[in-house]
């Protein structure tokens, strides 16, 4: 997924999905900070077309922002070819960087799950002031209900019979008490959102990037002959789980300030 000369920018790219040289369109986030390369999976404009048989694959020629979409059956083919043993998937609702946020999850995890198990998941950046909750969000990777009787068909509710809050995609199941409307999304805060988004990105090996390590070393080694650093997340922490990490130092050795007139100066 390059451009072609220039900066990056979002919009329609090609991905080759399989050996046979199969290549559909997709849209990517290109620009977003502080990390981008994002592929759109899923947009949830309406209750309305949606169903069980369709979540993994719906107007999958057209990829949009601003209609229903998906391409979930591709989701877990997706790769960069790193060594990265996390993805991570960003959801939002109502506006770009709005009410969500974006998670790490182990890179076994699959997009197409039919459970509600995948709960080893982290919170690494959020947009908005909401909390994890029955009523909101659930701390869990999005999965799919086949449970026909039920208007939820991609959540992240734990019991979606129960409250199915925290819903991506709903189906209005033919009924008008839920045509015209969104799935609801978080209590009191966006309840049924214009437009909700999820999105995938793997991580590279380079976008582990620990805060202060610049501090930690200088604290460890100025004014030293000699120094040793370990490079270890006990030290430097671990801001991306599963990534493999180093530590890389540009140094200076300089001698000791001298003071007038000491010797030698003249």
């Not at 030290?235 to 990490?245: A, H, I, S």
């Amino acid at each position: 997924m390059n451009t072609k000369g220039g900066a990056p920018k979002d919009g329609l790219f090609m991905i080759n999905f399989d050996e046979n040289g199969t290549y559909i369109p997709v849209y990517c986030d290109m620009t977003s900070e502080p990390k981008a390369g994002w592929t759109l999976l899923v947009t949830s404009r309406s209750m309305a077309g949606w169903n069980k048989d369709n979540i993994l694959s719906h107007n999958k020629e057209t990829p949009t922002l601003n209609a229903d979409y998906s391409i979930l059956g591709k989701a877990d083919q997706i790769k960069m070819g790193t060594s990265a043993n996390v993805v991570q998937y960003r959801l939002e609702a109502g506006s770009p960087g709005h009410w969500g946020g974006v998670w790490e999850a182990p890179v076994d995890y699959s997009f197409m799950h039919k459970m509600n198990d995948q709960t080893n998941v982290t919170l690494v950046a959020k947009f908005g002031d909401w909390d994890y909750g029955p009523r909101s969000i659930g701390q869990r990777m999005p999965w799919i209900v086949e449970d026909p009787n039920l208007p939820v068909v991609l959540t992240t509710a734990e019991r979606p019979d129960q409250e199915w809050y925290g819903t991506i995609v709903g189906s209005d199941l033919g009924l008008a008490a839920f045509q015209g409307t969104n799935a609801p999304w978080i209590q009191n805060m966006t309840e049924a959102p214009s437009a909700i988004w999820y999105w995938r990105r793997e991580l590279a090996a380079t976008d582990c990037e620990a805060a202060g390590c610049l501090q930690i070393v200088k604290s460890a080694c100025d004014g030293l002959t000699s120094c040793t650093v370990q490079a270890d997340d006990g030290l430097f922490g671990d801001p991306c789980r599963g990534v493999r990490k180093y530590l890389e130092i540009t140094y200076n050795c300089v001698g000791p300030a001298r003071s007038p007139g000491s010797p030698g100066e003249g």
